[in-house]
Structures are given as C-alpha cells and as structure tokens.
C-alpha cells in the first residue's frame, strides 16, 4: 500500500454535493493526484462535478469504482447514515479513505472500520479541516513552541442560525445523521479540545432542543476533563443567528483567541495576549488571514502524505473513535435523563 514515489494518485470522490465539491477542488490544486471517479445517487450532480476533471467518469453506483485497480483512494463525503458502511467498503477494497466528520453515526461503526483497515493497511484520514484553517495552525505551532506555557484550559463556541426549514432537513433525521448540533458542529470543537490538550476521561454536559422542531439537539453544552486536570468547556448551536466561531486557549504564560473561520463567520483572526512579568495589560500581537480557505487542499495534501509516507493519519481513525465516543455520552446522559436529543 506504500506509495512513497512520485507516481501518480488516482482517487474517486463519493458523494458530489458541497463537500464532495470542496474536495474536487482541492484535487485539481494538487499536481501528483487526478480525480478518476465522481459518484452520487443523483447521476446529473455526479457528472456536474466529473466536469471539473478532465478524463473523470461519473456514475452512480460505487461498486465499480472499488473494483478499479486504478484507483488508490476514495474520499467519502456523504451523509452520515452512509459515511461508515461506504469507507468500510472502500477500505475492504484496499483503498485508502478520507471520510468526512464525524466518519460515522457512532463509534461501533468506526472501529468496524478500523479493524478492517488493519488487515488490508488501508490508511483512514477523518476530515477534520478546521485544524488545517492557517489561524489554528498558527496557535498550534505557537503551543508548541511554548509561548503559552502549560496549558490550563480552553474555552470553544461554534454556531450558526440555521435556515428556514432546517428543522425538516436530513440533519433532524436522526436515523441520518446521529443526531443534531452536537454531531455535526460540535464534533470539531471536540477534535480541536482533543488536538490541543489531548484524551479527555471526564465527560460532562448536556444536549437540548430549545428552538427548532425536531427530536435532535439543537444546542449542547460540554465540560471535558483531562487526566490532568486541564478543562475544555464547550458551546455549539444552532440558535446563533449570528454565525459564530471563537476558541480561546489560555496558559499560563499568556492566551490565544481565534475567531472567524472566514466567509459568513467573519475575518479569520489570531490574537496573542502575551503576559508580562508584571503583569497588567498584556503584549498584544493581531495577526489575521484574509485570504481564500486553503483547509481542504492543505488537509488532502496531508492525506496523501499519509499514504505515500506509509505514515498514521492525524486525525485518523482513533481520533474519530475518541471524539464520536463523547458524543455517545453526552447522549446516553439525555437518554438517561428522560429528555432525549
């Protein structure tokens, strides 16, 4: 499965709505890879996005395409009821997969897939764009360089306002997607808690239905613990009317605080508020990435690292394991609770 030479890529990109897109442009971005295959149910939104590659094929069923020598990797972007049987399948197939958050509708399913990826030595990636955003990366490379000190804490909020009709759309089908603002937002806040202050044993909170008309959460609530104390308090919603993203990290030596991701959630900004021996006002340094949102290419980039180096994804499979985990809990809580998602 070693692809350490400067052969070229082939993959097929399963499910050919927005996300599917993203990933299609990002592949033209990247000189050593070529897209082959399109695949969605609806035949005229697959051949839609084969138009962006020259050569690429659209169809509809995804059995050929894994029987495809051709093909080295498969990025599945669909909705989540398909995410897990579809990577298993591909990965049976002896194609390495990056599969969108949060891979799966839970994390039996995962380690489903993570058993079988261990027999065929098919890499598993877990699209968790947000850490390739150039605001995290930075605040990642300053933590460990040490400009925080240790970690104390960190404090997450990411919403939005949903839409007319959002309560009818798949998202509110549990069956669909797993459940509600928790599994689809709130999953990256969790792997973005994970990715700086590691596992967290010490699971706490709750997911609530306050707005919208549907049996999944629309808002949650989460306090997670490290072994060693370090605290990761998080808020997602989908009552944010005003598009939101804020992840504030603090140590003892100073804090960062990154907001906006772009787009409708405003300027990707970082700000370092770095201690001074006094105390008082800190030293203040703005930095902010005005430019187009390069995570997709850069996280594909890192897939096909991943296969070329015969490297462990990061996020990969035991990540996804860990972070779908969390939400399980904080669901069994409500279900223990007698209130449901």
């Known amino acids: 499965m070693n692809r350490a030479n ?25 000189s050593d890879a070529a897209l082959l295959y399109t695949c969605d149910l609806d035949a005229a939104r697959a051949a839609g996005l084969a138009k962006l590659a020259p050569g690429c094929t659209a169809v509809t069923d995804f059995n050929p395409v894994l029987a495809d020598a051709r093909v080295h990797a498969v990025v599945v972007a669909t909705l989540n009821a398909a995410l897990a049987p579809l990577a298993l399948a591909a990965v049976r197939a002896g194609k390495h997969v990056l599969v969108e958050k949060p891979g799966a509708l839970n994390a039996a399913q995962l380690r489903t897939v993570r058993a079988a990826a261990q027999k065929t030595g098919a890499r598993v990636r877990l699209g968790y764009n947000h850490r390739f955003h150039p605001a995290l ?3 990642h490379e300053l933590i460990d360089a040490g400009a925080l000190g240790p970690l104390m804490f960190l404090r997450g909020r990411y919403g939005h306002g949903g839409r007319p009709g959002y309560d009818r759309e798949w998202r509110s089908d549990a069956a669909l997607s797993g459940g509600g603002e928790l599994i689809d937002q709130g999953v ?19 997911a609530t239905t306050l707005f919208w008309d549907m049996k999944v959460d629309d808002n949650a609530f989460l306090s997670l613990r490290t072994a060693a104390g370090q605290t990761a308090w998080l808020h997602v919603s989908c009552t944010e009317w005003k598009n939101l993203f804020s992840l504030e990290l603090y140590g003892r030596n100073g804090k960062l605080a990154l907001d906006g991701l772009g787009g409708s959630y405003g300027l990707e900004r970082l700000t370092f508020y770095k201690m001074r021996p006094e105390m008082g006002p800190p030293e ?5 990435f005005p430019r187009a949102d390069d995570s997709w290419m850069l996280e594909t980039r890192a897939f096909i690292d991943d296969i070329r180096l ?15 985990e969390i939400v399980e809990q904080i669901y069994a809580k409500g279900e223990r609770e007698g209130k449901g998602k």
């Open 284 to 288: 203040t340094t703005i930095l902010e």
């Open 310 to 324: 015969d490297r462990e994804p990061s996020p990969g499979l035991g990540e996804g394991i860990r972070t779908l």
């Open 137 to 139: 990366q930075k605040a």
């Open 6 to 30: 400067s052969e070229l890529l082939n993959f097929a990109v399963i499910g050919c709505g927005l996300v599917g897109r993203q990933r299609a442009d990002a592949l033209a971005k990247i």
């Open 188 to 206: 990256h806040l969790i792997d973005l808690a994970g990715w700086f202050l590691g596992d967290f044993p010490i699971v706490e909170g709750h």
